[in-house]
């Protein structure tokens, strides 16, 4: 099969590559399209050592079963794949899995390929109304739907309108902005600071965008997701969360630095980090998206596997508006197994 093949920073290879052999409990995928994440960016930059190259990156997937009693079946693909029995996934909190592993990271190949192999239990099937394109948005909406349900949670029910703010526009924050939505939070803005991106989120998403980045000129907000995470989006974070408020903290772009803890501590902030998804995050995110409650998912942009590497260079030089870039295989290729 052909592949997108990460080789070291800032160098991605379309090639030839070993069909992935599915497991006992695995099935062959034939991928319809894979979304270009910002943990797929960080190892293009040669950010994230859990990415070492060489390494077939992506897990953001929807495709058609290609092995098995299911063969012919549309899924999108939960790239999280853990192991059941620990005390995490017995309690429902399987994203903390001690021994989870994840597609695009060793040892599982990720989706930027014409197959991928996954167990069964990982994969949602998608109705027919549903495109590749708008399936493959499942994995990155689930990781705000998750960020708004814990920060519900941990704000309470004291406060029956609460104000909320995302900030980015990416992926994930279109996600978070959308979950919040669905998930019963009218007041919400998102801050973007890309003039292009910001009015396509207005005209496609309806959101209420701002172009801030000073705190005194966002406002105050019961929830704040902050789903960038570098040193500025967390000092914005903990100024503009209001006393008692939360702040969903999903973004990796950095480790280190801006979180105010004084005033987290003296206005009882609750900062929150979210990691993922849990599985039934994830099923409920699809069956959500497959109720039309997340809208119509139109602000994706699709390009070829083989012009992957020209994607990630517009993405690094901020050239692309759209959120979420999404990589389709050239060819529909043959099954080998």
Known sequence: MKALVYT???????????????????????????????????????????????????????????????????????????????????????????????????????????????????????????????????????????????????????NDNPAALVIGGGAIGVGAALSLKAQGISDIRVIELNTERAALLRSRCGFDVLQVTDPEDAGQFDIVIDAVGFAATRTMASRVARPGGVIAHIGLGSAEGGLDIRRLTLQEITFLGTYTYTAQDFRDTAEAMFDGRLGPLDWTEVRTLSEGAEAFAGLRSGSIAAPKILLKPDTTGDVHV
């Not at 090639?15 to 399209?33: M, N, S, T």
């Not at 293009?44 to 290609?66: F, K, N, Q, S, W």
């Not at 394109?133 to 349900?149: D, K, N, S, V, Y």
């Open 8 to 158: 070291g920073p800032e160098k991605l290879v379309y090639r030839g590559v070993p069909d992935p052999e599915p497991k006992a409990d695995e099935v062959l995928i034939r991928v319809a399209c894979t979304g270009i994440c910002g943990s797929d960016m960080h190892a293009y930059l040669g950010h994230d050592e859990r990415r070492p190259a060489p390494l077939i990156l992506g897990h953001e997937v929807a495709g058609t079963v290609a092995s098995g009693p299911t063969s012919g079946r549309r899924v999108t693909v939960n790239p999280l794949v853990t192991c059941g029995t620990c005390p995490a996934c017995k309690s429902g909190r399987d994203n903390l899995c001690p021994d989870r592993q994840i597609i695009s990271m060793q040892p599982r190949e990720g989706g930027f390929a014409d197959f991928l192999a996954m167990p069964e239990q990982n994969l949602v099937s998608v109705p027919g109304h549903i495109t590749d394109q708008q399936a493959a948005l499942a994995e990155p909406i689930a990781c705000g739907w998750h960020a708004t349900r814990l920060a519900k949670r941990v704000l309470g029910e004291g």
